[in-house]
Each structure stands twice: as C-alpha cells, then as structure tokens.
C-alpha cells in the first residue's frame, strides 16, 4: 500500500465546530491534492499544491482551507463545520513528471450533525 | 472541459468470469492519458492500469486490459479470470498531458463478484 496517511478516518462533530484534516505522506512527493467524494458520485478536486507553500483551490469550490509548512503534510481545515460540508475526504500525493500516478490515502468520512 | 462517464453504476460477474466496464469521455486535448482506479471497501484507491493517448497499443497489466478507441473517445477497462478481490468500485478518470493533475473522475462503477 501506499505511504500517505489520513487521520481521522471518520468524524462525526456538530455544526460550527472547527475542524482539521489531516494528511500525511513519506514518499517526498512534491505535489499533493485533496478531493471530496459524495457517496455514489465522482471524486472532485478542491485544493491542490506544487510544493512547500503553494496552495491552489480546485475545481470544486469548497470553504474549507489548506496549508503546506512542510512537503509531507498537507492538513485541510474547516472553521465552521456544516451539514453541508457532510462527505468523504481523500488526501492524494504523485511525483512532477508526465508518466505518474496519483496515490490516495484512505480518506476521511465527515459527518456534520 | 473534460468529461468522463460511466454508464453502469452496477456490473456483476461470476468468479472466474471475465467483465468489461464501460467508459467514455471528452476533451479538446490532443495529449492526455486515461486511468482505471480500483477503490475496494474502507480501502486506499489504487490504479489498476494507464493509458497514454498517443499510444495506440493497448495497455495491459495482468489480467486487466483495456480497449482504447480513440475516435470513439471509448476506454474500457475488461478483467479476465475475476477473482473474489476484484470486488470494488472502479473509477475511469482522465488527466490532460499525463500525471496526476486535474485528474477528472466518473461516477464508477461498483463491481460485484459472485463466487
């Protein structure tokens, strides 16, 4: 399996509660990239980075916030958890290059109530 | 934009048997590269199998292969001699000039393997 970790991998907390994500990998990969995936539908990008303190949003507008201090860690933050924001969470690294492959960590099932 | 679809939200397969998921796509780029993403129950997703668009080769890897028409826009990914660990959803998703960036998923597709 590959070496990126998410933790929690599930979290169920209350409306207007801050929360932070977290996503860790040991491969030295440069770029990481989160995704938000509803059950049943397509994955969809929302936050992306190229590197320490590059941060990108996504495809997908999302009010959530991402930071990159150090090459291995890329945490995604909520402020003010919603019902909204109820969903799966997958964290994912690759190399620069043309010929890679993006390798996902296990993902985080939110639950706001 | 890119598109990708997966018009089978369900396929089922005896053990043993061999299955085709479908998928097709769109974009307006002439350099991209197609991928098969395996997401099995409460597991990492992992790719299964890529393919470069200028390549007209098929890719294979084991018993996974796919059937890339490129006019058609189609890339099916086929699995012969399903095994009880194939059961999981499968995601076609495409990137534009390879890599990892912009990966552009389907809906997937949930396999069932029936033993």
């Known amino acids: 399996e590959a070496d990126i970790y998410q933790t929690p991998r599930y979290l169920v907390i209350g409306t207007g509660k801050k929360i932070t994500l977290e996503c860790s990998q040991t491969?030295?990969?440069?770029?990481m990239y989160w995704y938000q995936q509803d059950p049943g539908m397509e994955l969809h990008l929302i936050h992306y980075s190229y590197g320490v303190n590059s941060t990108e949003k996504g495809d997908l507008s999302s009010e959530s916030t991402v930071s990159r201090i150090r090459t291995e860690h890329f945490p995604l933050t909520l402020e003010s958890a919603r019902p909204s924001h109820t969903s799966q969470y997958l964290c994912?690294?690759?190399?620069?290059?043309?010929?890679?492959?993006?390798?996902f960590g296990q993902g985080t099932r939110l639950t706001v109530v | 934009a890119q598109t990708v679809t997966q018009s089978q939200p369900e396929m089922s397969v005896q053990e043993a048997e061999t299955v085709t998921l479908s998928c097709t796509y769109d974009t307006s780029e002439s350099d991209y590269y197609l991928f098969w993403y395996k997401q099995p129950p409460s597991r990492q997703m992992i790719l299964v199998i890529r393919?470069?668009?200028?390549?007209?080769q098929n890719a294979t890897e084991n018993r996974f292969s796919v059937n890339f028409q490129k006019a058609a826009k189609s890339f099916s990914l086929k699995i012969s001699d399903s095994q009880l660990g194939d059961a999981a959803m499968y995601f076609c998703?495409?990137?534009?000039?390879?890599?990892?960036?912009?990966?552009?998923f389907g809906k997937g597709t949930h396999l069932i393997i029936q033993p």
């Open positions: 393919q470069e668009a200028y390549k007209q």
């Open positions: 998703a495409q990137s534009p000039g390879g890599g990892a960036d912009g990966l552009t």
């Open positions: 491969m030295g990969h440069d770029k």
């Open positions: 994912a690294s690759s190399t620069t290059g043309r010929d890679t492959e993006a390798f």
